[in-house]
Every structure is written in C-alpha cells, then in structure tokens.
C-alpha cells in the first residue's frame, strides 16, 4: 500500500471522527441521549482520562497523559512510515495506519477542545466562545457517544455472585477514533501472519 493511499485512509477516519464530535459537541447537553435502536444510543459523554474513563491521578495526570499520546503517536507515525518505506504487507500498512488515525483523532480533542469549546454542562457547548473555553492547551476532554447495552436489566437470581442485580453489557462509551484503533488491532490479531510474515530460511549445507 502506498503512502498515498494510508493518508487518504487517516483522512477519512479523522473527518468522519471529528465531524461526529463536533456535532454531539454542538447539539448535545453532557449526559444526554437518542435511542437509535433498544442495543444503541448516542449517549454524549467525556472523557478525561485513558480508555475506560481511567485516569492519571494528580495535578498534572491530565498533561502527563496528553504528552505521553503525543510521543506514542510520533512512534506509531514512524511505524507507518517504516512499513510504507519496507513495502511490507498491505494488511499491515492499513492497521497502523487505523491506529495512527484513531490515536490522532483523540490526541486532536485532548490537546485542543478546552480551549476552543465550552463546557456541556447543562448548556450546548459553542465553537470558539467568547469567554473563552472550558480548560487550557493540552487539557481537553475527549467526545465519546458512541454506546451498544446489548443486554441491559436484572440478572437471574440463579447466577452465582451477581444474580438479581442490574447488569449492562456492552457498558463502554466510545468514537470513531476509538473503533479505528480497536478494528487496526484486532485486524492485526486476526492476520499476524499475513502482517508479519516470517522470512524463509535459507537452509546451507
């Protein structure tokens, strides 16, 4: 695969995640929600923190953690490169380019969305606003809304440990850019082989 071709696909990605983040960001009060069907809502919530809403603990957790993704994503970037460069397989060159797209696409609301919206907070948040917005450069909160409760209601009381209490599976909220890192990497778990391939060895006599 060409470099051509990884940057159109980073570009896609990157357009279709920061076009949906934008748009909950404008249209959606923090916490609200559409029923699209009974296993899936746009459910608008931020993320502060790592995958799964942990976070780094400390004044300067959130800064650490924005810096930290800056560096990983300069390394993934080089990975693209290097693959592109050793004409390795294209398999491999689409799932790092997924990844580079999806860590980007986050990395884009971490590094600037405090400074260019304000907060969602019981209002709609506004582009560039005039009292300025809601944190600093490298302080951002990260747009999720995408949200799948496959199953969602009170469990059997014949489960041992958790039965007759309430229990939502799929419960992670997450984006577009989240989906292309997920979808990069289990590609990459699916076709080790295909993306790695081993060199033949030379048998000598």
Request: glycine share 12%.
């Given at each position: 695969m060409s470099l051509k071709k990884a940057t159109l696909i980073i570009v896609l990605v990157l357009l279709l995640d920061q076009i949906s983040k934008y748009y909950i960001?404008?249209?959606?009060?923090?916490?609200?929600?559409?029923?699209?069907?009974?296993?899936?809502?746009?459910?608008?919530?931020?993320?502060?923190?790592?995958?799964?809403?942990?976070?780094?603990?400390?004044?300067?957790?959130?800064?650490?953690?924005?810096l930290f993704r800056i560096v990983a994503i300069?390394?993934?970037?080089?990975?693209?490169?290097?693959?592109?460069?050793?004409?390795?397989p294209r398999i491999l060159i689409l799932c790092v380019a997924l990844i580079f797209a999806g860590a980007l696409g986050n990395i884009?609301?971490?590094?600037?969305?405090?400074?260019?919206?304000?907060?969602s907070h019981h209002q709609v948040a506004t582009l560039f606003p005039d009292a300025g917005g809601y944190g600093t450069l490298f302080h951002g909160k990260v747009v999720d809304m995408l949200y799948f409760p496959l199953y969602d209601g009170i469990l059997p009381d014949w489960i041992p440990f958790w039965g007759g209490e309430h229990f939502t599976f799929f419960d992670p909220v997450f984006n577009i850019a989240d989906s292309s890192i997920s979808i990069g990497v289990i590609l990459l778990l699916i076709f080790?082989?295909?993306?790695f391939p081993k060199k033949e060895e030379v048998a000598t006599e």
């Open positions: 960001k404008t249209h959606f009060v923090l916490g609200e929600d559409i029923p699209v069907f009974d296993w899936f809502k746009i459910l608008f919530v931020e993320n502060e923190g790592m995958a799964w809403g942990a976070k780094i603990p400390g004044t300067y957790g959130k800064l650490f953690l924005t300069g390394g993934i970037g080089y990975w693209l490169w290097d693959s592109i460069r050793k004409n390795s884009i609301d971490s590094v600037f969305y405090g400074m260019i919206f304000n907060d080790n082989k295909k993306a």
